[in-house]
């Protein structure tokens, strides 16, 4: 038995990078793996058949980190396949490589939705199916 055997973890931006890295990283543990991905797709479907492949249930969900409406349909259909959440990683980020003089309100904009905000309407999201 694996330390982390039944128990789903939901982790935002895995579908490549650090993100996928902690997904693999679960799943050799036990753990099912719901997480998301924005324009990935390829890469974030061909590490849910990997993931598969360990054993584990694994599902990749396109969805906006920076929409609070997402971040509630993503929970709620993760509840409804996975019948549980136990562990919540926000790891969703972008960036825009630009010197902060040359960068435009709308893009730092998108990048605090992202990076910021999720964390708030993920951790929102999951408390609220727990009350």
Do not use: C, W
Not at 50 to 59: D, P, Q, R
Not at 68 to 86: H, T
Not at 105 to 118: G, N, Q, R, T, Y
């Amino acid at each position: 038995m694996k330390k982390l055997d039944g128990k789903t973890v939901i982790i935002t931006g895995a579908s490549r990078g650090i993100g996928m890295g902690i997904a693999r990283i679960f799943a050799e543990h036990g753990a099912n793996v719901a997480f998301t991905f924005s324009s990935s797709e390829a890469p974030a479907l061909e590490l849910e058949t990997e993931l598969n492949s360990k054993g584990v249930k694994a599902k990749a969900y396109k969805s906006n980190a920076a929409s609070f409406k997402d971040a509630e349909d993503l929970i709620a259909k993760v509840l409804e396949e996975f019948g549980g959440i136990d562990v919540l990683v926000n790891n969703a980020g972008i960036t825009r490589d630009k010197l902060l003089m040359r960068m435009g309100e709308e893009e730092f904009d998108a990048v605090i939705e992202v990076i910021l905000k999720s964390v708030f309407y993920m951790t929102k999201a999951v408390q609220r199916t727990m009350l």
